[in-house]
């Protein structure tokens, strides 16, 4: 079985951009989830989607947002990147609201 | 509410020699508890989870992990380190109802010395 898949796994983008990273989940698992990774602040939970319905949110400011589509996979999005929005960006599905998380290698982004 | 405390931010072993990463909890809900594993620009990896049922759990790679309700422990075991277990190790927990948002602990740097 294939694990949790992301993409791109490293971008760099400029103050001001947005951007989007893309995560496909184990096939079967309908909740994903997304992290912030800093030295800073740790592991952050940002958002959790099932069955394309946004079900839990973080504490991060509406810049942040996400989607899922269908087929389980997710999308999230940064608008307006500020230079502490650099990070390790995971993702991860679990097959059940109490299972264990599958994460994805992560997407690192570097705001310049 | 729930938190995770991992009280040492770096363990320092010889290879060989044992291996002891502590974790304390707290938790409105009867938690489930996990470890996770994470090697330099990878992801997380499953070491072992509690999920309320033997309270000394083994997880992969030697690892185990006993859950002590009365100290709100769950630390992290391994009788011999390997040079590969070098990583950072994540104690989280996770509630057994309500939003099932998992709360991490800050990561325990794991340091091998051959």
């Given at each position: 079985k294939a694990g949790v898949t992301q993409t791109p796994r490293y971008l760099i983008k400029t103050r001001g951009q947005q951007v989007t990273l893309s995560c496909s989940p184990i096939s079967g698992h309908r909740s994903v989830s997304w992290y912030q990774q800093t030295p800073g602040q740790g592991l952050q939970f940002l958002f959790e989607y099932f069955s394309e319905t946004q079900r839990n949110k973080g504490n991060?400011?509406?810049r942040f947002s996400g989607r899922q589509f269908s087929n389980s996979r997710s999308e999230m999005n940064v608008s307006t990147?500020?230079?502490?929005?650099s990070a390790l960006y995971l993702c991860a599905s679990k097959p059940t609201p109490t299972g264990e998380l599958f994460f994805g290698e992560g997407s690192r982004l570097t705001v310049l | 509410a729930q938190s995770v405390t991992q009280l040492d931010s770096h363990v320092s072993v010889s290879e060989g020699t044992p291996v002891l990463l502590r974790c304390n909890y707290s938790s409105s809900y009867s938690p489930s508890l996990f470890w996770y594993v994470q090697h330099p620009n990878k992801g997380l990896q499953l070491l072992l989870k509690y999920t309320?049922?033997?309270t000394l759990v083994k997880g992969i790679n030697g690892f185990e992990a006993e859950f002590k309700k009365s100290e709100t422990s769950f630390h992290l075991t391994k009788p011999s380190a390997h040079m590969s277990d070098a990583a950072e190790y994540f104690c989280v927990v996770s509630p057994?109802?309500?939003?099932?948002i998992p709360t991490f602990g800050r990561g325990t740097s794991l340091i091998v010395h051959p």
């Open positions: 991060f400011p509406g990147l500020e230079l502490g929005d | 309320s049922a033997a057994s109802g309500g939003s099932y």
